[in-house]
């Protein structure tokens, strides 16, 4: 995987941190997938060959049911956006690691 597609659930600024660290990332408000089922998120990112970054653990069901694409679950619970975005930010080598791996879902 190449990248990320993130969810609605997490900021658009987001995805500057993470380019910023080198991946593609774009937010669904990018790609036009605002109010979206999860399979038309899902199938976006399969298409695109982007991992799904999400609070959403329905993700992680699509992944295992069809056994392909990559979960970043934000497993965080609610925190206010300047600590969501610098908890993220810290874990950015966390996140290229596992697109470069074999890895399936992983829970940050």
Known sequence: MKGVLLNENL??????????AGMEAKHVSDCGLE???D???????????????TKDSDYV???????????????????RLASL???D??????????LRSDERIVSI
């Open 61 to 79: 069901d699509l992944a295992l049911s069809r056994r392909e694409g990559k979960v970043i679950l934000i497993s965080t619970g609610n925190m």
């Open 11 to 20: 900021p658009a600024r987001l995805a500057t941190i993470l380019a910023a």
């Open 35 to 37: 109010g979206k089922s």
């Open 89 to 98: 930010a810290k874990r950015t080598d966390l996140i290229v690691d596992f």
């Open 39 to 53: 399979s038309e998120v899902w199938n976006r990112a399969q298409l695109e060959g982007l991992a799904v970054m």
């Open 85 to 87: 975005l610098a908890y």
